[in-house]
């Protein structure tokens, strides 16, 4: 059985008290209820749920499209910076380097990877994007096809699957990926206002990086954006504040309910400027970002402990308000009700802060990283 003590962040709010768990899993979470604006002043530290990442490309100068041991680096580095659970992101590319990716992701599945952020499932960014708005993305795009997802998916479970509805087939198909229990992202996308909400009828669930990589919104033609911003229940959204302006991620917020953070974090995570690989392409870290040579944004650097103080200390959002939008929301997203969240009976997941909200130590179902 391990113990901590401090400030402890409860679905019903902060508790001064202690968290016991036992074989992975939260025991006893007791305590006296306390303010949340008593909290950073008050000196102790100050616990909450492990950080829950659904779009992780690398970190630590590895890429999910290696294959190998690629996805143990990558889950250890999120670790490092308070991720306990995440989806492994591919990039657009041929089948046959889809599968080398897949197949490196089997072993790190069973587990905590080697005392890394728990690896859920495989968030397929490409291939069922618009060659028009790859972003970053090769330029292998193509339609969905069944058969090529189900030979994935045989592999490693895809969790989540971003497409872009205009391209043929696409949305006609999203009913039957529904019902075979995929979650739908609509992204890398030129889809008109009236396509998206089309697909939002047809069931899908969110948005991949909203405002990046999507057409984008005018009063006269409000596109995927103006399409997300009144209809969406869920998105996700990069708080670097490269890829969106603090004004751009406050508009989200107050539109989109399930709106939860994620990083695009490329191999330059966690690792000093210069050149890395995204799948395919050839990325170079500076000034704060990742950059393809024209100066396209290509995923990022950013890690969840990060992205949790500028949501604190640039957003103005509350500790707990910050926690739920890197933490439970995307945890209930993908069905993980047993993760992103401090209370008996789910995984002893657990990030702690110092006042000043630095990493203090992580568990991962209760192991120290």
Avoid: W
């Avoid at 016991?20 to 102790?44: K, M, N, Q, S």
């Avoid at 069973?110 to 690896?119: L, T």
């Avoid at 949501?311 to 047993?338: K, N, P, W």
């Amino acid at each position: 059985m391990s113990t901590l003590e401090g400030y402890i962040l409860t679905p019903d709010g902060f508790l001064n008290g202690r968290i016991e768990f036992v074989a992975g899993r939260i025991h006893v979470v007791a305590g006296v209820p306390v303010i949340e604006d008593a909290v950073r002043d008050g000196g102790l530290p100050i616990i909450i749920p492990g950080f829950v990442d659904l779009h992780v490309h690398g970190g630590g100068g590895r890429d999910i499209m290696d294959g190998g041991d690629a996805a143990v680096t990558v889950a250890q580095t999120h670790a490092q910076h308070g991720t306990t659970s995440l989806l492994a992101t591919t990039m657009t590319a041929p089948h046959d380097e889809l599968l080398e990716a897949f197949a490196g992701l089997a072993a790190p599945r069973k587990g905590a990877a080697n005392r890394g952020a728990s690896i859920l499932g495989v968030h397929l960014e490409g291939p069922f994007i618009s060659a028009k708005r790859l972003g970053a993305q090769p330029d292998f795009a193509r339609r969905l096809q069944l058969d090529e997802l189900n030979a994935l998916h045989a592999v490693s479970p895809i969790r989540l699957i971003t497409l872009a509805p205009e391209v043929e087939g696409n949305l006609e198909l999203i009913p039957a990926l529904i019902a075979a229990g995929y979650l739908i992202n609509l992204g890398h996308s030129e889809a008109t206002y009236e396509q998206t909400c089309a697909a939002l009828n047809a069931g899908a669930h969110g948005f991949t990086h909203l405002y990046n990589a999507m057409s984008g919104f005018h009063h006269r033609a409000p596109g995927m954006v103006g399409a997300a911003l009144a209809h969406a229940r869920h998105a996700e959204i990069i708080p670097d504040l490269l890829h969106s302006h603090p004004g751009a991620i406050a508009a989200a917020l107050r539109s989109i309910a399930g709106l939860y953070c994620v990083t695009d974090s490329t191999a330059a995570a966690g690792m000093p400027d210069g050149e890395y690989r995204l799948g395919r392409q050839l990325v170079t870290r500076c000034m704060g970002g990742v950059r393809l040579a024209d100066g396209t944004l290509a995923g990022s650097v950013l890690t969840m402990d990060q992205a949790f103080r500028n949501l604190v200390d640039v957003m103005g959002l509350s500790l707990t308000e910050a926690s739920r939008r890197t933490s439970s929301l995307a945890a209930s997203y993908v069905r993980e009700h047993d993760r992103g969240r401090l209370a008996v009976g789910c995984y002893a997941d657990v990030v702690v802060l110092t006042p000043s909200l630095a990493i203090e130590a992580v568990h991962v179902s209760g192991r120290a990283i």
